[in-house]
């Protein structure tokens, strides 16, 4: 039987897609080209048609923080409509099993670190995305939902912030690495000799090549299958300060990089616990630098196709 990847041209899902077509011999690939999961019928009929046996939910309406503090009705409600219009139609279909994607910014604002899965819902969420997480955690909830009250083996994993081919490379509104590979790329093309970045630099993120999330993906399917969410990342973070610095190296800008304060930092720090998944046997491979210049060249290779 099918094994259906969602949101399969986007940073995750074009990972997990490369990643599956390896090991299984029919996996079906969908965006909104091929079925719009804002609208209920489509997705019900697509789901009904295909009958899979697995279904893989990495279909999200994502950005970074400017997108997600001028756009929150988009990113709350685009979000839990296609999550909720999926899973009700897995349900529908008798899917046996579901993976579904989260994200690191479930977590509290000030959560302790390492972020255990445990400290979901334990405090604040960040002012900046909060419509996006409380979007996800429905999501969560929901799977945790059919699971207690259909016994379906359905799991969801929280992935760290991810980095990779097919990402949002946009200046403005996508996340903070690959934006600032725009940035940088533009700089030296350009011969600008000094780029303003916002914030102070000090956050810390932890970040995730996307095949790394591809191989916890398909480790997670073949064994793992319990109530509680699995933390997927490296476990190590960087200051954003750092990450531009290395971007820029790698990049060839030799040029000043200066600091707008006036700006939002977003969460202080994140970085998340992965002692679960590490105990089951899954570890990333990829060497954050390696995975940076691998993102860079894959940008410089395919500009006509990618957001900016």
């Known amino acids: 039987m ?3 990847i969602a949101g399969h041209t986007g940073l995750a899902g074009s990972a997990i897609f490369e990643r599956f077509r390896k090991e299984h011999d029919l996996v079906i690939g969908i965006n909104s080209k091929v079925v ?9 009929d697509f789901v009904a048609s295909v009958k899979p046996r697995v279904v893989i939910d990495s ?6 923080i400017q997108a997600n503090s001028l756009f929150p009705v988009d990113f709350l409600s685009k979000n839990i409509q296609i999550q909720t219009n999926l899973l009700d139609a897995c349900f529908a279909s008798e899917v046996e099993r579901v993976i579904f994607l989260g994200s690191s910014c479930v977590y509290p604002r000030l959560c302790p670190q390492p972020i255990k899965e445990e400290y979901l819902l334990s405090g604040k969420l960040e002012a900046t995305n909060s ?13 945790r939902a059919y699971r207690r009250q259909y016994q379906k083996k ?7 912030n991810m980095f990779g081919p097919y990402d949002n490379f946009s200046k403005e509104y996508g996340h903070v690495l690959p934006s600032l590979i725009a940035r940088f790329v533009e700089a030296l093309e350009n011969d600008v000799r000094e780029i303003s970045l916002w914030g102070s630099g000090r956050a810390r993120r932890e970040f995730l090549y996307s095949e790394d999330l591809a191989d916890a993906v398909h480790f997670c399917l073949e064994n793992y299958d319990d109530y509680q969410h699995l933390n997927i990342g490296t476990g190590v973070d960087i200051e954003i300060r750092e990450l531009a610095y290395l971007i820029a190296k790698c990049v060839g800008f030799d040029g000043d990089i200066i600091w707008d304060e006036s700006h939002p930092d977003g969460t202080p720090r994140k970085v998340l616990d992965t002692t679960r998944i590490n105990e089951l046997g899954w ?5 954050f630098e390696d995975g940076v210049r691998r993102t860079i060249d ?3 290779a395919n500009r006509d196709i990618v957001r900016q």
């Open 131 to 143: 419509a996006y997480a409380v979007a996800k955690i429905a999501g969560l909830e929901l799977v």
């Open 36 to 44: 719009n999961l804002l609208d209920r019928n489509a997705t019900f």
């Open 2 to 4: 099918a094994i259906v």
């Open 283 to 287: 570890e990333p491979k990829i060497d």
């Open 298 to 300: 894959w940008f410089l």
């Open 154 to 160: 359905w799991i969801s994993l929280m992935p760290t």
């Open 59 to 64: 279909a999200s309406y994502v950005g970074g």
